[in-house]
């Protein structure tokens, strides 16, 4: 077998074998809860006559899992850890709120203008971000994490404050937006055709940054070796920037997504930690912009069908988090040993050398 | 202890990098090892220090045959390799860099490593601070880090890989008296060299390679001439350069002084007409670097002005001096110049002056390739910067330089090269004074200050205490004010 089937096979195996090893552990069948996982997610046999609502509600978490994705390679690429891709996302879902509260416009127009503002929403806390570090010199991690928490904080004081549903103060979420606000979906399901294309068109997007442009070959350079990058002209800091611009805007527009395709309104909740998730997916993927499509549906599957656990299984259905835990650490240590291995062979003095003096 | 290499393979691809090499390198000798850019000299010796595992081939050390998987094993094996591009955790203090990869574990006694840290830098005369950041020594202080802690770690083979490429002259001959007393002790030195007459200077016996081969061996002494005929297969000539009128004043200090550190004392000026090469000597970290750092806006002085072609460009950034045609080229190769991970084709286009959205490929691949074969880097325009050896990242950081520049600066510019290259790269840097770029240049090599520059001026600890002619004066001289050991400063 080539080295590079064996490295492409390895961590896929690595990762059949834990999770139904793990699923032996929590004391059922393996095949019972991956093929609930299905079930509820996909339907069983898949695509089968009447899961349509069920593809849908999948189709929809993939959707801002996809998104936040894209955004991340753009940040991982500048050589940032976007944690703050969470507050991204929910500060993407406050403005788009706002602007379905708020302006009152016939249904393409303001549809299309939720879709702006939830940009401009993320694209603003990331810019944040990215201050915080060019300028203040607080570490993206910490700065992005802060913000999380800030966003957070912000959206459960709208609802139980000034956004309150009329009478009650609730923390299940605001009132229903008007209909003109939500994204156009396909018979009776959340499916939205518009959010699919624009998750695609973004994907496909990220991959011509770094596959054609030149702003996408500086922000490589960046990411890779800052003072290098510097010597050469490329001012650093404003290519940072806009890596946690873009990143920004496009988990904006994947809380635009939860707050106007998946809830139709403003929860607490509102990310569902998709950001978080789209970090190990973008880790999966390793950061290859079309990976992306299948990884984060896989990670889509898991959240909506996991419900079915506790339902079907006498489950707890936390078991889907488990179970996507467990995934990307197996999935990263055979990866890690794929690379230890492809190191032993082809080498590379560098990490052997850090290896060496740890 | 006596080592001995047999039939050594490393290929990377089509490339034979080594291609059946046997070497033996008695006990207590200073071995030294010679060849062309890309010959294979760094990668042998990877190989030896357990960075790289060869394809094929014996290591034997003392008649026994070892295994070397990996750093670890080499070192534990008694030896130990000072890499060309010396690998210091810049993050972490000295002292730190100093501990880290002792096999002492978690019973490490740190008082008693700083100790005997401070012992040997005592012994051989070295100067490093173990408190300070490691980011902040210079080249040949990171160097001296690196020994002192193959020493401490027990090395008895010792690798240098162009030790010398970046330290001060007096540094190298500190470096010389610690590498001779090391063999009297029993220590095998290989140390990897362009330098012709350090090799003379210290080795007993010499190999020379040519595209990863074995090509001759040598019982020193022999003629420099005949070594460059080993090495090239002909001999080398330096032509003399004719001399280019000088015009208006290109670069232009006006009473610098720097907040602190470097160059805080006493204010600097100076004038760089165009077509004119000025050559800095003194010891690293004597203050040419904070120099260097001002002409290019890279650093801003807390007093006097700084003009470019006429224009005050004082308390502007680097990138305003990059748009005055100023360019800088630091010593770290692959710190400050290129980046690790993109091809030489994504250089070429990060360093050209394309404006558009989308990357022409197609185009930047030729042009790749034309730079690749004019300035015959050894690689292909798909090769990442860190595929290439030493002197061939330093070509392409050459070729990288822009067609139009009023100054260049540089640090150690043919840092790396052997003899033809670096005489090549001067043709063609010399070659700018005709469109009338000033050249501002700090070498180690006095001889190459000498040969190349008009005026050569000489720092020590902050202030330039020199300023010669370079046709009048010698390397004694220079070697003097170097060590700051003139009476009352050198003439201006
Ligand atoms: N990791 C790598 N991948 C691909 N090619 C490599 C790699 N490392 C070295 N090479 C190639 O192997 C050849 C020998 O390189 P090496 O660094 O050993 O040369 P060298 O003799 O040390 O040259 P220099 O005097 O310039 O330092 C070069 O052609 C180089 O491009
Ligand atoms: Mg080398």
């Known amino acids: ?358 | 202890m006596s080592l001995e290499l047999r039939d050594i393979h490393k290929h990377y691809g089509p490339v034979r990098a080594n291609d059946g090499i046997s070497l033996t390198v008695a006990e207590g000798t200073l071995h030294g090892l010679l060849g062309e850019n890309g010959a294979g000299k760094s990668t042998l010796m990877k190989v030896l220090s357990g960075f790289h595992s060869a394809d094929s081939g014996e290591v034997v050390l003392d008649g026994k045959s070892i295994k070397l998987a990996s750093p670890d094993d080499a070192i534990a094996a008694g030896i130990g390799m000072l890499h060309q591009d010396p690998l210091v955790f810049l993050p972490f203090n000295v002292i730190d860099n100093f501990v880290l990869g002792s096999p002492g574990g978690s019973r490490l006694d740190r008082k008693k490593a700083a100790q005997e840290f401070a012992e040997l830098c005592d012994r051989y005369g070295f100067n490093i601070d173990p408190a300070s950041p490691a980011r902040l020594l210079t080249v040949g202080e990171r160097q001296q880090l690196e020994i002192v802690r193959l020493l401490w770690l027990g090395a008895r083979v010792l690798i240098l890989d162009e030790p010398t490429t970046g330290i001060s002259a007096d540094q190298r001959s500190k470096l010389f008296v610690t590498l001779k007393a090391l063999a009297t002790e029993g220590m095998s030195v290989i140390f990897v060299s362009h330098k012709l007459e350090e090799v003379a200077d210290l080795c007993e016996r010499v190999t020379v390679m040519t595209r990863g081969k074995v090509v001759g061996e040598a019982e020193m002494p022999v003629p420099p001439e005949q070594l460059v005929k080993m090495m090239f297969g002909q001999a080398v000539e330096v032509k003399d350069r004719p001399a280019v009128d000088h015009g208006a004043a290109q670069l232009k200090l006006s009473d610098i002084r720097t907040a602190s550190g470097m160059l805080s004392e006493e204010p600097v000026s100076l004038e760089v007409r165009a077509g004119e090469v000025v050559g800095l000597a003194g010891m690293e970290g004597s203050g040419q670097d904070a120099f260097l750092r001002i002409c290019s806006g890279m650093r801003n002085p807390r007093s006097g002005s700084v003009q470019i072609a006429g224009t005050d460009l004082t308390g502007k950034n680097y990138r305003d001096f990059l748009a005055a045609d100023v360019k800088y080229l630091p010593a770290g190769r692959l710190e400050e110049g290129l980046i690790e991970g993109l091809t030489i084709t994504e250089h070429f286009v990060l360093a050209g002056e394309d404006r558009g959205f989308f990357v022409d490929w197609g185009k930047a691949k030729k042009r790749a390739e034309a730079q690749v074969d004019h300035f015959t880097i050894k690689g292909t325009e798909a090769s990442t910067a860190e595929s290439l050896s030493g002197g061939n990242q330093q070509r392409l950081l050459l070729a990288m330089l822009p067609p139009r520049l009023n100054v260049l600066l540089m640090e150690h510019p043919t840092r790396g090269l052997d003899i033809e290259s670096a005489d090549w790269v001067w043709e063609q840097l010399l070659a700018r004074r005709e469109v009338g770029t000033s050249i501002v240049f700090a070498s180690a090599d006095l001889d190459e200050l000498l040969r190349y520059s008009d005026r050569i001026l000489v720092f020590f600890s902050g202030r330039i205490i020199g300023e010669l002619d370079a046709k009048a004066t010698n390397v004694d001289e220079i070697g003097l004010l170097i060590g700051g050991r003139s009476v009352d400063s050198g003439a201006a």
């Open chain 1, 1 to 358: 077998m080539s080295a590079r089937v064996q490295n492409l096979l390895l961590p896929i195996a690595v990762v059949v074998v834990s999770t139904v090893a793990l699923l032996f552990l929590a004391g059922t069948n393996p095949w019972d809860p991956i093929r609930f996982i299905i079930e509820g997610s996909i339907g069983w046999p898949p695509f089968e006559a009447g899961t349509a609502s069920k593809i849908g509600d999948t189709v929809m978490v993939w959707v801002p899992i996809a998104l936040a994705s894209a955004g991340l390679i753009v940040t991982f690429n500048a050589g940032m850890w976007n944690i703050g891709i969470e507050g991204q996302i929910i500060v993407g879902a406050i403005a788009a709120s706002w602007a379905a509260r708020t302006i009152s416009a016939p249904r393409p127009l303001l549809v299309f203008l939720t879709i702006v503002a939830g940009a401009i929403g993320g694209m603003l806390w990331g810019l944040l971000v990215g201050v915080l570090r060019t300028v203040g010199g607080v570490n993206e991690i910490f700065g992005g994490l802060g913000l999380d928490f800030v966003a957070v904080s912000i959206t459960t004081y709208l609802i139980i404050g000034p956004w309150s549903r009329s009478g009650v103060a609730s923390t299940s979420g605001t009132d229903i937006f008007p209909d003109a606000a939500l994204l156009p979906s396909f018979g009776g399901t959340r499916l939205s055709p518009l959010a699919i294309v624009i998750t695609l068109a973004a994907i496909g997007g990220v991959w011509i940054l770094f596959r054609g442009t030149l702003y996408g070959l500086k922000l490589k350079a960046v990411g890779a070796n800052r003072p290098s990058a510097f010597l050469m002209g490329i001012p650093t800091n404003r290519f940072l920037l806009g890596a946690f611009m873009i990143c920004g805007a496009l988990a904006g527009i994947a809380g635009t997504s939860q707050a106007t395709g998946f809830h139709f309104k403003l929860i607490p909740a509102i990310s569902g930690n998709y950001g978080f998730l789209a970090i190990l997916v973008v880790l999966l993927a390793r950061f290859r912009a079309f990976w992306v499509i299948p990884i984060s549906f896989f990670f889509a599957m898991i959240a909506v069908g996991a419900s079915q656990l506790d339902l079907r299984l006498d489950l707890s259905s936390t078991l889907g988090g488990v179970l996507q835990g467990t995934l990307v650490l197996s999935a990263m240590l055979g990866l890690g040993w794929a690379a230890y291995r492809a190191r032993k062979h082809a080498d590379a003095a560098d990490s052997a050398a850090q290896d060496a003096a740890t």
